[in-house]
């Protein structure tokens, strides 16, 4: 306790770092105070209908995302989300499309027209998606619960729901640029542990009542979600480390070169990623069996759509694993690496150079993606066990998936960057013993 005040102490006396955490906290109370301001026209009293249908499902996730704000007919209520299908997009735009390639490796100038174009496709997407939302709020509240009707309602709201977004994204980059951590990434992990005090609160209530089992259930289940958080922890942080020796130069009176470097392949290059695509997919089902025209297929999307049953979370699983493979392909380049390490004078001993290197680090990834991907399949289908072991179904939702994965990730990460504050102002750090060696974030791929 006596190291844990001490280390706040130090944070205290930086004044760089002060000022950018002070900073972030009052972003972020700008943004959840944004989230509970609700659409003009709309009555906040009548809103018990989006409430239940944003209880789980796809919905639940997107609800989750935006902190509450999408239930809340909110002017947030579209989040960030669709920056974040826009960067994807554009991410995968740069693997098949040459002038996004070419963008790529222009440096500065090359990062910043990506963005512009990505904020260009954020405004489509919110455009596109934003009447959606309207007809969705229609079909869930009664006539009664719209002030405004009309045209009127619906072009304003469609202006309201993409500038708040488009806000969103304005405060995340000022996260990143003036606070700490990434900006984009601390937004989405607000939005999840907002719902944490309630689902928690919910599942007390429900021990207290004597229908769970009592506290000491609930005791068992926080003990669980230790555990699985430290598992989770390991699969985020662990990884493969390449020795990369490189070649002794002599330029005037001054040697450079000579030294052994590594290269840290990621367990799970692929982050959340593929569960977010397999989630995706595994919606459809949802959606089919309203227009299934046979018994046999009714009971085949009904079977794959049960969160809990075990043909949804095996096909779930199995999916993962190769989207696992699959994002890690696109992401992870051993030829850039191996024509990185020629051009620099570096190579792996025992290794030669050119082909024979990017074999190598090739089948490296391919073996360390494997147990990676089981690992990170058995992570998003924990909150089904968790469900059948008798949590309820928002407090289940922190014992794995692509919540659980996201907090640590994110938390990692930017306690990475206040630690990295302390080491150069010859602090200790946060903890007396190791370094935190958290994830570098940036955009999508911080999830």
Same mark, same amino acid.
């Given at each position: 306790m006596k190291g844990l005040i001490e280390t706040l102490k130090n944070i205290w006396k930086i004044e760089d770092l002060r000022s950018r955490i002070l900073t972030t906290l009052g972003l972020v109370l700008v943004y959840r105070l944004g989230t509970m301001v609700v659409l003009p026209g709309v009555d906040p009293a009548q809103l018990g209908a989006l409430k239940t249908q944003t209880s789980e499902g796809v919905l639940g996730l997107l609800d989750m995302f935006s902190g509450g704000a999408f239930s809340n007919a909110s002017i947030f209520a579209l989040g960030i989300m669709p920056y974040i299908s826009a960067s994807i997009v554009i991410q995968l735009m740069g693997i098949a499309v040459p002038y996004f390639q070419k963008l790529q490796k222009e440096g500065e100038s090359g990062r910043r027209k990506i963005n512009q174009i990505t904020r260009y496709l954020t405004v489509i997407i919110l455009v596109l998606q934003a009447p959606g939302y309207l007809l969705n709020l229609h079909s869930q509240l009664p006539e009664t619960a719209f002030i405004l009707k009309g045209t009127l309602f619906t072009v304003s709201s469609v202006m309201i729901l993409a500038?708040?977004?488009?806000?969103?994204?304005? +405060?995340?980059?000022?996260?990143?640029?003036?606070?700490?951590?990434?900006?984009?990434?601390?937004?989405?992990?607000? #939005?999840?542990?907002? =719902?944490?005090?309630? &689902?928690?609160?919910?599942? @007390?209530?429900?021990?207290?009542?004597?229908?769970?089992?009592?506290?000491?259930?609930?005791? *068992?289940?926080?003990?669980? @979600?230790?555990?699985?958080?430290?598992?989770?922890? @390991?699969?985020?942080?662990?990884?493969?480390?390449?020795?990369?020796?490189?070649?002794?130069?002599?330029?005037?009176?001054?040697?450079?070169? !000579?030294?052994?470097?590594?290269?840290? $392949?990621?367990?799970?290059?692929?982050?959340?990623?593929?569960?977010?695509?397999?989630?995706?997919?595994?919606?459809?089902?949802?959606a089919f069996v309203n227009y299934a025209s046979s018994d046999a297929l009714t009971g085949v999307a009904a079977a794959l759509s049960d969160f809990t049953g075990?043909?949804?979370?095996?096909?779930?699983?199995?999916?993962?694993?190769?989207?696992?493979?699959?994002?890690?392909? *696109?992401?992870?380049?051993?030829?850039?690496?191996?024509?990185?390490?020629?051009?620099? #004078?570096?190579?792996?001993?025992?290794? %030669?150079?050119? %082909?024979?290197?990017?074999?190598? @680090?090739?089948?490296?990834?391919? =073996?360390?993606? $494997?147990?990676? &991907?089981?690992?990170?399949? $058995?992570?998003?289908? +924990?909150?089904?066990?968790?469900?059948?072991? !008798?949590?309820?179904?928002?407090?289940?939702?922190?014992?794995?998936?692509?919540?659980? +994965?996201?907090?640590?990730?994110?938390?990692?990460?930017? +306690?990475?960057?206040?630690? &990295?504050?302390?080491?150069?102002?010859?602090?200790? !750090?946060?903890?007396?013993?190791? =370094? *935190?060696?958290?994830k570098s974030a940036g955009g999508a791929a911080a999830y």
């Amino acid at each position: 306790m006596k190291g844990l005040i001490e280390t706040l102490k130090n944070i205290w006396k930086i004044e760089d770092l002060r000022s950018r955490i002070l900073t972030t906290l009052g972003l972020v109370l700008v943004y959840r105070l944004g989230t509970m301001v609700v659409l003009p026209g709309v009555d906040p009293a009548q809103l018990g209908a989006l409430k239940t249908q944003t209880s789980e499902g796809v919905l639940g996730l997107l609800d989750m995302f935006s902190g509450g704000a999408f239930s809340n007919a909110s002017i947030f209520a579209l989040g960030i989300m669709p920056y974040i299908s826009a960067s994807i997009v554009i991410q995968l735009m740069g693997i098949a499309v040459p002038y996004f390639q070419k963008l790529q490796k222009e440096g500065e100038s090359g990062r910043r027209k990506i963005n512009q174009i990505t904020r260009y496709l954020t405004v489509i997407i919110l455009v596109l998606q934003a009447p959606g939302y309207l007809l969705n709020l229609h079909s869930q509240l009664p006539e009664t619960a719209f002030i405004l009707k009309g045209t009127l309602f619906t072009v304003s709201s469609v202006m309201i729901l993409a500038a708040g977004s488009m806000f969103i994204m304005w +405060l995340g980059e000022k996260i990143t640029d003036k606070g700490i951590g990434n900006g984009i990434s601390i937004i989405i992990m607000i #939005g999840i542990i907002a =719902r944490l005090p309630f &689902s928690f609160f919910a599942e @007390l209530l429900s021990k207290i009542e004597g229908q769970g089992g009592g506290l000491i259930l609930l005791v *068992i289940e926080i003990v669980i @979600l230790f555990l699985v958080f430290a598992a989770t922890i @390991l699969l985020v942080q662990g990884t493969r480390k390449i020795p990369v020796q490189y070649a002794k130069r002599i330029v005037g009176n001054k040697q450079y070169g !000579g030294v052994r470097q590594y290269i840290p $392949l990621k367990v799970n290059a692929a982050g959340v990623m593929p569960i977010i695509f397999a989630q995706a997919i595994m919606f459809l089902p949802m959606a089919f069996v309203n227009y299934a025209s046979s018994d046999a297929l009714t009971g085949v999307a009904a079977a794959l759509s049960d969160f809990t049953g075990f043909y949804y979370n095996a096909l779930f699983f199995v999916m993962i694993v190769l989207f696992t493979y699959f994002y890690t392909a *696109i992401t992870v380049n051993p030829t850039q690496m191996a024509e990185d390490m020629k051009k620099n #004078g570096g190579f792996i001993p025992g290794i %030669k150079p050119g %082909k024979k290197t990017i074999d190598f @680090l090739d089948t490296v990834m391919s =073996r360390i993606t $494997l147990p990676g &991907s089981l690992f990170l399949g $058995l992570v998003a289908i +924990l909150p089904a066990f968790a469900m059948i072991g !008798g949590v309820n179904n928002q407090f289940a939702q922190f014992f794995g998936g692509t919540s659980l +994965l996201i907090l640590v990730g994110v938390v990692l990460d930017t +306690l990475q960057q206040i630690e &990295s504050h302390l080491l150069m102002r010859h602090y200790d !750090g946060l903890m007396k013993s190791g =370094r *935190i060696k958290g994830k570098s974030a940036g955009g999508a791929a911080a999830y």
